[in-house]
């Protein structure tokens, strides 16, 4: 009979990190989106929206 043992620490710093760095990338897609796709769309009322939304933020965008 053979017994492994589970290393469950260095394990789970791993799988945090990843988790982690997942949620960046997509916080940054999703504020990319915000930002630009939003921004540069073709409805005025969203465009408007938007525009007021940056100068708010102080975000410069002209």
């Given at each position: 009979?053979?017994?492994?043992s589970?290393?469950s620490?260095?394990?789970?710093?791993t799988?945090?990190?990843?988790?982690?760095?997942?949620?960046?990338?997509?916080?940054?897609?999703?504020?990319?989106?915000?930002?630009?796709?939003?921004?540069f769309?073709?409805?005025?009322q969203?465009?408007d929206?938007a525009?007021?939304?940056r100068?708010?933020?102080?975000f410069p965008?002209?």
């Open positions: 009979m053979t017994t492994r589970i290393n620490v260095g394990n789970s710093a799988h945090s990190a990843a988790q982690a760095a997942v949620a960046a990338f997509a916080a940054i897609l999703l504020g990319t989106f915000l930002l630009y796709g939003v921004g769309a073709q409805p005025q969203i465009h929206a525009h007021d939304t100068h708010s933020f102080a965008c002209h």
